[in-house]
T-cell receptor
Framework: QKEVEQNSGPLSVPEGAIASLNCTYS??????FFWYRQYSGKSPELIMS????GDKEDGRFTAQLNKASQYVSLLIRDSQPSDSATYLC??????????FGKGTKLSVKP | DAGVIQSPRHEVTEMGQEVTLRCKPI?????LFWYRQTMMRGLELLIY????????DSGMPEDRFSAKMPNASFSTLKIQPSEPRDSAVYFC????????????FGQGTRLTVV
């Protein structure tokens, strides 16, 4: 059973701090990794993708991938209240379709 | 483009009734995905189509669920008969090419079966 695991949270950080969201996956040969943001009552939207080990930065967001540890993370710098949402980690395994984690709820306090 | 359009936005029905959810993908997109989201199971892929042809329906939970795509601009997900455990938010998404991870999601249909 291929799985994607996330801490459900809620993760609470003060405005301006760094929020760190973590995800582990079970399929060792997965190659594609994604982070989605989902506001309450809304649909998921893709915010980051990463395919190789290391860091990928896009504005205030940094995705980090460590395939040896089967670990992917999302850092949000200078967190804003508007970042408060549920963040879904998703993985495309070696065989099969996109698998989502259950998400981590982030709350950024003003 | 208006994006992926789903209807209805909310549906409340009684157990045993037939439920039909509708989706209009983004014009020109050749892949269409149906997802279900619950607190317990998260976001799960039910079925996806390529050029109106079902490609993988392994996520469809039971024979009570069926999906069709009669043309490039319309798809339905039908549950017959519905059960309380089918209560969830159902999302439709579409993409150009099998970039399933980069598909655009509709706003979802919140289904409640009582």
């Amino acid at each position: 059973q291929k799985e994607v695991e996330q801490n459900s949270g809620p993760l609470s950080v003060p405005e301006g701090a760094i929020a760190s969201l973590n995800c582990t996956y079970s399929d060792r040969v997965s190659q594609s990794f994604f982070w989605y943001r989902q506001y309450s009552g809304k649909s998921p939207e893709l915010i980051m993708s990463i395919y190789s080990n290391g860091d990928k930065e896009d504005g205030r967001f940094t995705a980090q991938l460590n395939k040896a540890s089967q670990y992917v993370s999302l850092l949000i710098r200078d967190s804003q209240p508007s970042d408060s949402a549920t963040y879904l980690c998703a993985v495309i395994p070696s065989q099969g379709n996109l698998i989502f984690g259950k998400g981590t709820k982030l709350s950024v306090k003003p | 483009d208006a994006g992926v359009i789903q209807s209805p936005r909310h549906e409340v029905t009684e157990m045993g009734q037939e439920v039909t959810l509708r989706c209009k993908p983004i014009s020109g997109h050749d892949y269409l995905f149906w997802y279900r989201q619950t607190m317990m199971r998260g976001l799960e892929l039910l079925i996806y189509f390529n050029n109106n042809v079902p490609i993988d329906d392994s996520g469809m939970p039971e024979d009570r669920f069926s999906a069709k795509m009669p043309n490039a601009s319309f798809s339905t997900l039908k549950i017959q008969p519905s059960e309380p455990r089918d209560s969830a938010v159902y999302f439709c998404a579409s993409s150009l090419g099998y970039t399933g991870a980069e598909a655009f999601f509709g706003q979802g249909t919140r289904l409640t079966v009582v």
